[in-house]
């Protein structure tokens, strides 16, 4: 069981079994989304994603055809990635985990259109643009 | 002059001075707010920053007292920081710029607090909480 939370407090939730795929994307997107160098998501079942509080407080944003990003309406914390075509699969924001998620990010995707002011400095593969997961 | 813009476009500002400070913050409140490894912010000074457009859209959520963040509240891009102790000043998020802003992060801060899924291999100063 893995825990996470908004920084609010507002949204609670848990996921039952494992993370897998977890990666750090640099593309301009999920950088502006956070307000940071970088998003870090891991892949859940949506089976077991589960909203313990707040579900009213998670706005829903179509960044792009057929992806949907969420986040706290009070807070403001980045909370999953969606996709609509595989609605099995939530991509959960690691950021806001209270527990360890025990998988590790493997690779960082995007690579191309990293921030100019950082710089990747770590051995994990770098992909100029994404990788299908099989998720 | 940088220019900086959410996610969905609707909130855009524009910085005519320089960037001070810029650092990486491993704190739990960063980390939540960001949903992210880590924020990477810069001070601006408050005269040097003007919204362009979309203010209305920002939501300020206070996250310790007198400490606001600013997203929006569309897209829920992270924006901006301002301090009811230091109006002079606010904190930047360097994410939303559309421009580089010709300075790279000096520091991390707070490391003692960082993301067990995250490993820091850069070669710059790591401090347990704020430098003494």
Redo the contacts between chains.
């Keep these: 069981m893995i825990r996470g ?4 407090g507002a949204v609670k939730f848990v996921i039952r079994g494992t993370l897998s795929a ?1 990666s ?1 994307c640099h593309c301009s ?1 999920c ?10 998501y891991a892949a859940a079942r949506a089976d077991d994603f589960r909203v313990l509080e707040g579900a009213d407080r998670i ?1 829903r ?1 179509r ?1 792009s055809p057929g992806i949907v ?3 706290c ?7 999953q990635w969606l996709r609509e075509a595989k609605p099995a699969v939530v991509d959960v ?4 985990l209270d527990d ?2 025990v ?3 493997a690779c960082h995707i995007y690579a191309g259109s990293k ?5 990747i ?3 994990l593969p770098r992909y100029a643009a994404g990788v299908e997961t099989g998720q | 002059m940088l220019s900086g813009s959410c996610l969905c476009g609707g909130v855009r500002y524009e910085i005519s001075g320089r960037l001070s400070g810029p650092l990486y913050c491993h704190c739990s409140m960063c980390r939540k707010a960001h949903g992210a490894a880590f924020r990477t912010r810069a001070s601006v000074r408050a005269q040097d920053f003007r919204w362009v457009q979309g203010e209305a859209l920002v939501t300020w959520y206070e996250t310790s007292p007198g400490t606001e963040r600013g997203f929006c509240r569309v897209c829920g891009a992270k924006l901006l920081s301002r301090f009811e102790r230091n109006p002079r000043f606010y904190g930047l998020p360097l994410g939303t710029l559309d421009d580089d802003p010709g300075v790279k992060p000096g520091m991390h801060l707070y490391v003692a607090h960082k993301a067990p899924w995250f490993e820091i291999t850069d070669a710059l100063a790591q401090h347990a909480e704020e430098p003494g």
């Excluded at chain 1, 950088?31 to 870090?40: D, I, L, V, Y």
């Excluded at chain 1, 309406?73 to 909370?79: E, H, K, P, T, V």
């Excluded at chain 1, 921030?115 to 710089?119: G, I, T």
């Design positions: 939370s908004c920084l609010c977890a750090h997107m950088r502006k989304a956070h307000g940071t160098a970088f998003g870090t706005t944003y960044s990003r969420t986040f309406a009070r807070c403001g914390s980045n909370l924001a690691l950021g806001v360890d998620p998988v590790r990010p921030a100019p002011w950082y710089e400095t770590d051995s």
